[in-house]
């Protein structure tokens, strides 16, 4: 049972570019969860997918991210015009279940490092 | 406002003796308490984790302790080894939320042979 999948590993772009960060959850996990982390802190909740589903966004910046988790394939986690700040480690959890489940043991992936320049 | 606190971003321990990571909370709607463990350019790995209801949980050489009346916990690792020379995270779920962890920055804990 292979673990969360995040590709790729490490990315860099210029100013202005766009980044697609990729998660694949584990086999049965229908529920995906971002977060960031910048130098020297802890880990930031970005956002909350379900199949098809945006459950809770409240993490992520209003304006140039966005992320998706479609029917088929992975989650992706999609930044528009990326700047010097966006450089970060973004990580991807995914869990069975979600709201209402006590014991939810969230899985992670390895993390795309984003470092822009 | 950060809402979890690890006020200690390292600790040095000997190797077999006793580590205790601290971590505080101000949101009293938090009703569950995780700790994860992290290599460099490794994802978080689940450690250990505590419900509200309770105020110890153990789990081999790793005891997470919970004080809710002073919004504190603990993990006390028992004995220590090198192996365990890592980054810590506490982490919360509020009821009633997404069930999205809001975490603490983080104690380096180095274990020395």
């Known amino acids: 049972n292979a673990g969360v999948m995040q590709n790729p590993r490490h990315l860099v772009r210029r100013r202005g570019q766009e980044a697609r960060l990729r998660c694949s959850p584990m086999k049965g996990h229908s529920h995906v969860y971002w977060y960031r982390q910048l130098p020297e802190e802890g880990l930031k909740f970005m956002v909350y997918l379900q199949k098809e589903n945006i459950i809770d966004e409240s993490g992520m910046p209003k304006e140039r991210f966005s992320a998706e988790f479609p029917k088929e394939g992975p989650s992706i986690l999609r930044i528009q015009q990326v700047v010097r700040g966006d450089s970060a480690a973004y990580f991807c959890?995914?869990?069975?279940?979600?709201?209402?489940?006590?014991?939810?043991?969230?899985?992670f992936g390895q993390g795309t490092r984003l470092t822009v320049v | 406002d950060q809402q979890v606190k690890q006020n200690s971003p390292s600790l040095s321990v000997q190797e077999g003796r006793i580590s205790i990571l601290n971590c505080d909370y101000t949101?009293?709607?938090?009703?569950?308490f995780l700790w994860y463990k992290k290599y460099p350019a490794e994802g978080p790995t689940f450690l250990i984790s505590i419900s509200s209801i309770k105020d110890k949980n153990e789990d081999g050489r790793f005891t997470v302790f919970l004080n809710k009346s002073a919004k504190h916990l603990s993990l006390h690792i028992v004995p220590s080894q090198p192996g365990d020379s890592a980054v810590y995270f506490c982490?919360?779920?509020?009821?009633?939320?997404?069930?999205?962890?809001?975490f603490g920055s983080g104690t380096q804990l180095t274990v020395l042979p």
């Open positions: 949101n009293s709607m938090f009703d569950y």
């Open positions: 982490a919360a779920i509020r009821a009633g939320s997404a069930r999205q962890l809001t």
């Open positions: 959890a995914s869990s069975p279940s979600g709201t209402g489940t006590m014991n939810t043991e969230a899985f």
